[in-house]
């Protein structure tokens, strides 16, 4: 069975542009969390999305949105990228997303904002 | 803010146990333990999972204390590619939805050497 995949692996943009990550969860996964992880703040969790609806929200400005397609596939933007977006973007994706069950993670898209 | 205490680094010689430990005093009843690693620049790694039981699989064992305010994640022969950063979570029980509550911390690095 594939992993969680995450295109581009790389992203080199500059600050005011935007930017649109894509994750593809495994098979027959419904949940699609994304986490922005960054050295100084460690691992930070963005959103959540299940069929197709946010259904959690961490702590980010309005800049940062996403959404999730019927066959769960799911794209982050960020829009007026600042210096501080720079950062590993890791999307993570379970079943149904429940709390006893593990998350599958992809290696990331490394976002450098110049 | 984590809910987990975790030491920031230790070392283990190649071949022996390697024993992690973390506090997780607040913990709740109905809230798990979740051990995830994370190899450089790759998504975190599912370790194991615990309630109240020691649990075994084929990666590592968790010891969870009887009053579950402590945990030891242990690697029993840890060989070199076990050097990553291991994070120790609490996550809330089954039957609920909140993977906001997945909050990492800053974690353990340990470094296996030869």
């Known amino acids: 069975k594939a992993g969680v995949t995450q295109t581009p692996r790389y992203l080199i943009k500059t600050r005011g542009q935007q930017v649109t990550l894509s994750c593809s969860p495994i098979s027959g996964h419904r949940s699609v969390s994304w986490y922005q992880q960054t050295p100084g703040q460690g691992l930070q969790f963005l959103f959540e999305?299940?069929?197709?609806?946010?259904?959690n929200k961490g702590n980010f400005p309005g800049r940062f949105s996403g959404r999730q397609f019927s066959n769960s596939r799911s794209e982050m933007n960020v829009s007026t990228l600042e210096l501080g977006d720079s950062a590993l973007y890791l999307c993570a994706s379970s079943r149904e997303g429940a709390d006893n069950e593990k998350l599958f993670f992809g290696s990331g898209t490394q976002l450098s904002v110049l | 803010d984590a809910k987990t205490t975790q030491p920031p680094s230790m070392d283990c010689a190649e071949g022996r146990a390697a024993n992690l430990p973390c506090n997780h005093s607040t913990i709740s009843g109905n809230e798990y333990v979740y051990w995830y690693r994370q190899i450089h620049s790759q998504g975190p790694q599912y370790i194991i999972h615990?309630?109240?039981n020691n649990e075994t699989n084929e990666m590592a064992s968790l010891i969870i204390t009887e009053d579950r305010k402590s945990s030891t994640l242990i690697l029993p022969h840890a060989t070199l590619r076990d050097t990553a950063v291991y994070y120790c979570?609490?996550?809330?029980?089954?039957?609920?939805?909140?993977?906001?509550?997945?909050?990492f911390g800053t974690g353990t690095r340990l470094q296996v050497f030869p």
């Open positions: 999305y299940f069929s197709e609806t946010q259904r």
């Open positions: 615990g309630l109240k």
């Open positions: 979570i609490v996550r809330v029980g089954p039957q609920s939805y909140n993977t906001d509550k997945l909050i």
